[in-house]
């Protein structure tokens, strides 16, 4: 059974950075399987920040964060740098992967950015 876990989400000022990190286990995760980082603020659906698949320039972006984000895999780990953030940024954001048709997701990493 894969399990995916989130972390590196805190507490950051309005312009400042964070990198969250997803680690899967369970079993052997190809490139070829897409990864996606999507994130849920509070009163609003579940929404797609970015996702990457078999390589890291196969990348895509949320109108709202391109520029900003940048998603990155490594083996069984996935990443999301995430620079200048805004207070808008603020959400639990959550690692999806998508194994040969079967959807996995992390418990969520809380971000909040204070203005």
């Known amino acids: 059974q894969v399990q995916l876990v989130e972390s590196g989400g805190g507490l950051v000022q309005a312009g400042g950075s964070l990198r969250l990190s997803c680690a899967a286990s369970g079993a052997t995760i190809y490139s070829i399987n897409p990864m996606h980082w999507y994130r849920q603020a509070p009163g609003k659906e579940r929404e797609l920040v970015a996702g990457?698949?078999?390589?890291?320039?196969n990348t895509n972006y949320a109108d709202s964060v391109q520029g900003r984000f940048t998603i990155s895999r490594d083996r069984n780990m996935l990443y999301l740098q995430m620079n200048s953030l805004k207070p808008e940024d603020t959400a639990v954001y959550y690692c999806?992967?998508?194994?040969?048709?079967?959807?996995?997701w992390g418990q969520g990493t809380q971000v909040t950015v204070s203005s």
């Open positions: 990457i698949g078999s390589s890291n320039t």
């Open positions: 999806h992967l998508d194994r040969w048709g079967e959807d996995y």
